[in-house]
T-cell receptor, first 115, second 110 residues
Framework: EAQVTQNPRYLITVTGKKLTVTCSQNMNHEYMSWYRQDPGLGLRQIYYSMNVEVTDKGDVPEGYKVSRKEKRNFPLILESPSPNQTSLYFC??????????????FGDGTRLSIL | GESVGLHLPTLSVQEGDNSIINCAYSNSASDYFIWYKQESGKGPQFIIDIRSNMDKRQGQRVTVLLNKTVKHLSLQIAATQPGDSAVYFCAGGSNYKLTFGKGTLLTVNP
């Protein structure tokens, strides 16, 4: 089954404790992206990757890091989480959205609470 | 940057009626627009897309209309069913970036 898998689905942690949210897709997609979803603000793009070793900032990259060492994986790293990063996070992948409008496939989300 | 917004935060319809969800955008440079459906506890799910050089596209029970003159697009759902109850997002895309609107909650009454 074609899917985007995020782990963990839920996490409660404390300020300053480094954490990583993993994302994996099995569709051989080149493009992957991270979003956060907050009430009243909708989905906002954090980082995206057009291919292995190619990443770029989205609209709200501050406080986040990403890496794309393999095509299927795109982890989101919070080096020193803060309470304002409490949110619902989504990973997505696409065959090629740039200029072709290929739809993105989303994971089921990771709910992070930073105390 | 682009901003994409929605006219109404909620929409309530009767089962079997047609639903129309509207969206306004500000960036004329978007190459394409996508409608997503998000059910509770799940990620957004692709419904239909439309390229900026088109003004209408139809899918199964859904139609998207794009009016570039007034920077407006809409999603029409025919014969709305209880399973259509969800939050609907429009999104505009260009240069590998996707900007989402804030969403409209569609409630279908039996």
């Amino acid at each position: 089954e074609a899917q985007v898998t995020q782990n963990p689905r839920y996490l409660i942690t404390v300020t300053g404790k480094k954490l990583t949210v993993t994302c994996s897709q099995n569709m051989n997609h080149e493009y992957m992206s991270w979003y956060r979803q907050d009430p009243g603000l909708g989905l906002r793009q954090i980082y995206y990757s057009m291919n292995v070793e190619v990443t770029d900032k989205g609209d709200v990259p501050e406080g986040y890091k990403v890496s794309r060492k393999e095509k299927r994986n795109f982890p989101l790293i919070l080096e020193s989480p803060s309470p304002n990063q409490t949110s619902l996070y989504f990973c997505a992948s696409s065959l090629d959205p740039g200029g072709k409008g290929q739809p993105q496939h989303f994971g089921d989300g990771t709910r992070l609470s930073i105390l | 940057g682009e901003s994409v917004g929605l006219h109404l935060p909620t929409l309530s319809v009767q089962e079997g009626d047609n639903s129309i969800i509207n969206c306004a955008y500000s960036n004329s440079a978007s190459d394409y627009f996508i409608w997503y459906k998000q059910e509770s506890g799940k990620g957004p799910q692709f419904i239909i897309d439309i390229r900026s050089n088109m003004d209408k596209r139809q899918g199964q029970r859904v139609t998207v209309l794009l009016n570039k003159t007034v920077k407006h697009l809409s999603l029409q759902i025919a014969a709305t069913q209880p399973g259509d109850s969800a939050v609907y997002f429009c999104a505009g895309g260009s240069n590998y970036k996707l900007t989402f609107g804030k969403g409209t909650l569609l409630t279908v009454n039996p």
